[in-house]
Structures are given as structure tokens and as C-alpha cells.
């Protein structure tokens, strides 16, 4: 979370992906992400605010990556979905 020392998930295909790859905790301005799309790995109530905050300031659409459970809200706007968690990365940005 923000206030947490980060824990970076490792996913077969980071070392080669060209995105950006980014903790809650470093996590500052939501502007920086307007147009784009964004991938939240986690359901805790960083990743709703982070998607929330990312949703306001324009981003183009969030997947939110869960490993248990989704946070199930039925209200997300249309451009905000949950998906199962991560296995892999490939490809460029």
C-alpha cells in the first residue's frame, strides 16, 4: 500500500517488458496516466483508490488483477474491469 516498504510481485516477462512497472507506495500523481492503459496488480484499498484516482484523471481503462478474490464492486465505471490474477508478461508497452 502507500504507506508500506514495497513488495514487488515477480511475473515471467518483467525483465523484458518496456512499460512501466510501479509500487502504491511510490505512487503520486494520477495525471501521469491520463490516455493510458493501466494494469493494478491487487485488490487492496490502494488499488481501489489508485484506480479510482487513475479512473478521475482520465485514464483510457484499468484492469484490476486479483489473486483471490475481485473487489466485486458492481458500480465500476465501464472502463474499469477485474480480471484473474497476472501469470506472465509479454510483448512491448
Given at each position: ?35 493510458l ?8 484499498y ?35 474491469t ?12
Amino acid at each position: 500500500g502507500h504507506y508500506t516498504y514495497p513488495n514487488y510481485p515477480h511475473f515471467e516477462g518483467f525483465e523484458t517488458f518496456q512499460g512501466r512497472v510501479l509500487h502504491a507506495h511510490d505512487m503520486r500523481d494520477a495525471t501521469e496516466f491520463k490516455g493510458l492503459d493501466i494494469l493494478l496488480i491487487g485488490t487492496s484499498y490502494s488499488a481501489e483508490d489508485i484506480a479510482s484516482q487513475c479512473w478521475k484523471y482520465g485514464a483510457k481503462s484499468l484492469a484490476i488483477s486479483h489473486r483471490t478474490n475481485p473487489i466485486g464492486y458492481e458500480t465500476w465505471p465501464d472502463n474499469i474491469t477485474e480480471v484473474p490474477l497476472l501469470t506472465k508478461v509479454s510483448g512491448g508497452a
